[in-house]
């Protein structure tokens, strides 16, 4: 693993985008400052200041586009929540990789892919951390949130948090990617709190309301009947 800190950026992503050809495998380009932060579905991702982390992993496991791949953001967010759990919090995985305390979004993943000429050039896993915040700082977010010091009532070392994270991503990265998404299936679904439970759920061209059947061994969503491999619980 190599780390890469950016003491400034417009985004960690748009970077490892820019940046893909001098980019080894398996590096993290992590920051705490972004300018132009993106979150999924175009929305922006606030900068909450100095001790919060904005990450990118970039990967280059192979030239082709493999099926596992589009499942390397739930294996992100099983990561994350077994990170969170270290620091004795009850951490929830809201389908596909959004993780929630108490209900409110401490953490979001935006996942994208370079491609040219036909070949993978890289995956680029965005993670933005709430580590340290205010309650005030989040009057200008309409979501419900929270960080992580405000959940376990003490300031967060960042540099703490990346270490472990980052421990935990690689330490099972390889084994993922060789086996897929039915290897973490059970572990996922003990922190999928959604499963059983009236959901809404959201893609381009659906949004359905209805009871969360099941997790499919690859990762889908099954609602009302209606499996969705792709979407947003919102
Ligand atoms: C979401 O909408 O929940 C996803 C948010 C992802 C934010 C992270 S911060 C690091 C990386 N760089 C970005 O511009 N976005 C991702």
């Given at each position: 693993?190599?780390?890469?800190?950016?003491?400034?950026v417009?985004?960690?992503?748009?970077?490892?985008?820019?940046h893909?050809?001098?980019?080894?495998?398996?590096?993290?380009?992590?920051?705490?400052?972004?300018?132009?932060g993106?979150g999924?579905?175009?929305?922006?991702?606030?900068?909450?200041?100095?001790?919060?982390?904005?990450?990118?992993?970039?990967?280059?496991?192979?030239?082709?586009?493999?099926p596992?791949?589009?499942?390397?953001?739930?294996?992100t967010?099983?990561k994350?929540?077994?990170?969170?759990?270290?620091?004795?919090?009850?951490?929830?995985?809201k389908?596909?990789?959004?993780?929630l305390?108490?209900?409110?979004?401490?953490?979001?993943?935006?996942?994208?892919?370079?491609?040219?000429?036909?070949?993978?050039?890289?995956?680029?896993?965005?993670?933005?951390?709430?580590?340290?915040?205010?309650?005030?700082?989040?009057?200008?977010?309409?979501k419900i949130?929270?960080?992580?010091?405000?959940?376990?009532?003490?300031?967060?070392?960042?540099?703490?948090f990346?270490?472990?994270?980052?421990?935990?991503?690689?330490?099972?990265y390889?084994?993922?990617?060789e086996?897929?998404?039915?290897?973490?299936?059970?572990?996922?679904?003990?922190?999928?709190?959604?499963?059983g439970?009236e959901?809404t759920?959201?893609?381009?061209?659906?949004?359905?309301?209805?009871?969360?059947?099941?997790?499919?061994?690859?990762?889908?969503?099954?609602?009302?009947?209606?499996e969705?491999?792709?979407?947003?619980?919102?």
């Amino acid at each position: 693993m190599i780390k890469k800190h950016l003491n400034e950026v417009n985004s960690t992503n748009t970077y490892a985008k820019e940046h893909i050809k001098n980019i080894k495998d398996k590096t993290v380009i992590y920051t705490s400052h972004q300018t132009g932060g993106r979150g999924r579905f175009n929305r922006v991702w606030v900068d909450l200041g100095d001790e919060n982390l904005f990450l990118s992993f970039v990967l280059k496991p192979s030239k082709d586009l493999k099926p596992v791949y589009s499942n390397l953001t739930q294996y992100t967010a099983l990561k994350l929540a077994e990170t969170f759990k270290e620091y004795s919090i009850n951490p929830q995985i809201k389908w596909p990789n959004d993780i929630l305390i108490n209900g409110k979004k401490i953490s979001g993943i935006l996942a994208e892919s370079v491609m040219s000429e036909g070949k993978l050039k890289g995956l680029i896993i965005g993670v933005g951390l709430n580590l340290n915040a205010k309650e005030e700082d989040f009057s200008q977010i309409d979501k419900i949130v929270t960080a992580l010091n405000l959940e376990i009532k003490k300031s967060v070392d960042k540099n703490v948090f990346l270490n472990k994270f980052c421990k935990n991503f690689f330490d099972g990265y390889d084994n993922f990617l060789e086996h897929g998404f039915i290897s973490i299936k059970s572990e996922y679904e003990s922190y999928a709190n959604f499963i059983g439970k009236e959901v809404t759920i959201k893609n381009f061209s659906t949004t359905i309301k209805g009871i969360a059947e099941k997790i499919t061994d690859n990762g889908a969503i099954i609602v009302e009947g209606q499996e969705f491999l792709t979407g947003d619980i919102i």
